[in-house]
Nanobody
Framework: EVQLVESGGGLGQAGGSLRLSCAVS????????FGWFRQAPGKEREVVAC??????YYEDPVKGRFTISADNAKNTVYLQMDSLKPEDTAVYYC???????????????????WGKGTLVNVSS
């Protein structure tokens, strides 16, 4: 059974930091690219950042503030969120995309597996 389990969400303050973790099991970690997505209240889910064995991608609103990383030994993906803003408030989802062909789309529709999400609430 494939599982992606997010943790680390909660209440953060504007200007502060939070680190999200995504524990991955049931798939070969090296065969996948991973992404963090978020869905704010009343809005559609959007991509935040993605990572493969070759590179990383960030959406403009989080560039310079968020860092995505992966620990292959622990089968875990992280999202370090610094300089938090109230508009970062959302449910954050971890997702996995097949990377066996060595390219990825980092888009909602391309993801093969999803976690259930973790809530991040940033107060001003």
């Amino acid at each position: 059974e494939v599982q992606l389990v997010e943790s680390g969400g909660g209440l953060g303050q504007a200007g502060g930091s939070l680190r999200l973790s995504c524990a991955v099991s049931g798939i070969t970690f090296d065969d996948y690219a991973f992404g963090w997505f978020r869905q704010a209240p009343g809005k559609e889910r959007e991509v935040v950042a993605c990572i493969s064995s070759r590179d990383q991608y960030y959406e403009d609103p989080v560039k310079g503030r968020f860092t995505i990383s992966a620990d292959n030994a622990k089968n875990t993906v992280y999202l370090q969120m610094d300089s938090l803003k109230p508009e970062d408030t959302a449910v954050y989802y971890c997702a996995a995309e097949d990377y066996s062909e060595k390219y990825y789309y980092c888009q909602d529709y391309a993801m093969d597996y999803w976690g259930k999400g973790t809530l991040v609430n940033v107060s001003s």
